[in-house]
């Protein structure tokens, strides 16, 4: 979860509407099932707070976005060179700068993997990449126990869904870290913990159920992922994701 120093470096950075935000978060967390409504409200404070889906989506809000577009590229990336590389794991690992996998765990290949995707986070949109990054990763592949496991569930993976489906399954918990970075240390201040845990679970559930609708409509096959056509694809899927809580 967040930290309380983390809530207090956003709240020097305020923004227009932060208020409501964090009133929409404060009437809400309760113990008992959260109506619809309210997520609803919780997450339009959030996307009007970073400056609307257009503004957010493409980079140029000062406290959430850039970090996303950033990380989704390199995520992109490396599934991009997975599928390339015919599900080749340990080639694609070694693409990135992982060449010794001698006795390698799984974890150390996802902290690898988190590292190259997301780099060092200082601020708060850095943190929430990186965070996002590593809830992505431990639900895709932490049930392995080695490296040809890890190869066998992502490539399971691309025969049930595609690249885009988990880059917005990425910037789903993008969003959701943000929250927490920002609100649950405070939160847990005025509330207690066991409501406080039922709202972020909440709130999470919801993002994932709404990111459902979102449209599939982005190649990601055979992109070159450092043009400009794969930073717009990004933004664009970003965009998309925001627009669909504004």
């Known amino acids: 979860?967040?930290?309380s120093k983390s809530f207090s470096d956003a709240r020097h950075a305020m923004m227009p509407n932060w208020s409501d935000l964090s009133t929409s978060l404060t009437?809400?967390?309760?113990?008992?099932?959260?109506?619809?409504?309210?997520?609803?409200?919780i997450l339009r404070n959030y996307v009007t707070?970073?400056?609307g889906a257009n503004k957010a989506g493409r980079g140029g809000s000062k406290i959430a976005g850039k970090s996303g577009i950033k990380t989704g590229k390199k995520i992109g990336s490396f599934l991009g060179a997975f599928t390339s590389s015919g599900?080749?794991?340990r080639q694609t690992l070694e693409n990135t700068g992982l060449t010794d996998l001698?006795?390698?765990?799984?974890?150390d290949v996802i902290n690898h993997l988190i590292e190259y995707c997301s780099g060092t986070a200082s601020t708060i949109d850095e943190v929430a990449a990186k965070e996002a990054t590593r809830k992505l990763l431990e639900e895709l592949v932490s049930n392995a126990q080695s490296?040809?496991?890890m190869e066998e569930i992502l490539s399971n993976k691309f025969d049930e869904s595609s690249s885009e489906d988990i880059i917005i399954q990425y910037f789903g918990y993008y969003i959701y870290e943000h929250l927490d970075k920002w609100f649950y240390e405070h939160l847990i201040k005025k509330k207690n913990q066991s409501d406080c845990n039922n709202l972020f679970r909440e709130i999470k559930d919801f993002i994932f159920e709404s990111l459902k609708g979102v449209q599939r409509v982005n190649s990601l096959q055979k992109l070159d992922w450092g043009s400009d056509d794969a930073d717009r694809l990004i933004k664009n899927i970003q965009q998309d994701i925001l627009?669909?809580?504004e």
């Open 243 to 245: 627009t669909v809580f």
């Open 87 to 89: 599900n080749n794991l």
């Open 1 to 3: 979860m967040g930290t």
């Open 27 to 41: 009437t809400s967390c309760d113990s008992g099932p959260i109506p619809n409504v309210k997520k609803k409200k």
């Open 147 to 149: 490296i040809d496991e």
């Open 102 to 107: 001698q006795n390698k765990s799984v974890e």
């Open 49 to 51: 707070v970073i400056g």
